[in-house]
């Protein structure tokens, strides 16, 4: 069974800096697409960023020049390194990917920016 298992989350004051991580694990052929979503309060899911398997790179308006995607194919792994936090960049962060052809979520970790 595929797994997607994210860490990192945490509070963290405006202007600072936080790093995600998520593993996949389980019985894994083939990885396309690896990214990150997010549930700011009250809000719809929204995506962050993702990474191909080319290695091509899409970040929404609101975090690029801040938030860098990176994967290790070796390891099944997907990071997000966001910098210059901002308060709305409050959410949950959902780590996905496409495996084996289906769509697999991990359960999210709460990133707070608060002061």
């Known amino acids: 069974q595929v797994q997607l298992m994210e860490s990192g989350g945490g509070l963290v004051q405006p202007g600072g800096s936080l790093g995600l991580s998520c593993a996949a694990s389980?019985?894994?052929?083939?990885?396309?697409?690896m990214g990150w979503y997010r549930r700011p309060p009250g809000k719809a899911r929204e995506l962050v960023a993702f990474?191909?398997?080319?290695?091509?790179?899409n970040y929404a308006d609101s975090v690029k020049g801040r938030f860098t995607i990176s994967r290790d194919n070796a390891k099944n792994m997907v990071y997000l390194q966001m910098n210059s936090l901002k308060p709305e960049d409050t959410a949950v962060y959902y780590c996905?990917?496409?495996?084996?052809?289906?769509?697999?979520w991990g359960q999210g970790t709460q990133v707070t920016v608060s002061s």
């Open positions: 996905y990917a496409q495996i084996n052809y289906f769509p697999y």
């Open positions: 389980g019985s894994i052929f083939n990885i396309n697409v």
């Open positions: 990474l191909t398997s080319g290695g091509n790179t």
